[in-house]
């Protein structure tokens, strides 16, 4: 069984990206032209190349991995242990890899699972490696339910 618990607060952590790209028409010939711009005011619009636009959409990707994977921490240190601790659940992590091999339907769509002991907690089970930002997904689902299971 995992317990879930807060690690100390990260460093504040700001990941900014724009990418703005825009076939227009050049003013002084009428021919289409490729323009980018990285600043959010647009104060470095430049004509590029299909090659250098494509390195700027890689770049884009390339920060919005590190965006994807500052979320994913801040779901994981700080929303998921509020979240447990505000609702009282007992998570625990599942090695899917035997229901992966027998049931491989049922392992693709596996989000989560809840019990409610007789305390009242609930313990929830989620597949262990789960996205944090996904897990805390299902486990909301899990208590809406389950809410909505005792209010009717």
């Known amino acids: 069984m995992t317990h879930v618990t807060a690690k100390a607060p990260f460093v504040d952590q700001s990941i900014s990206v724009n990418l703005t790209v825009e076939v227009m028409t050049d003013p002084d010939n009428g021919q289409p032209m490729l323009v980018a711009a990285t600043q959010g005011n647009q104060g470095d619009l430049q004509v590029v190349t299909v090659a250098q636009a ?8 390339e920060q919005a991995s590190r ?21 009282d659940i007992q998570l625990e992590e599942l090695d899917i890899a035997n229901l992966v091999e027998d049931a491989p339907d049922l392992a693709a769509r596996f989000r989560a699972f809840a019990a409610v002991k007789n305390d009242g907690s609930v313990i929830a089970a ?27």
């Open 54 to 61: 494509l390195a700027k959409v890689t770049m884009l990707r």
């Open 67 to 87: 965006i994807e994977a500052l979320v994913n921490r801040y779901a994981e240190e700080v929303l998921i242990p509020a979240f447990l601790t505000a609702f």
């Open 126 to 152: 989620v597949p262990k490696g789960q996205p944090a930002t996904e897990r805390l997904a299902a486990i909301r689902d899990l208590v809406l339910d389950l809410q909505k299971k005792e209010q009717g």
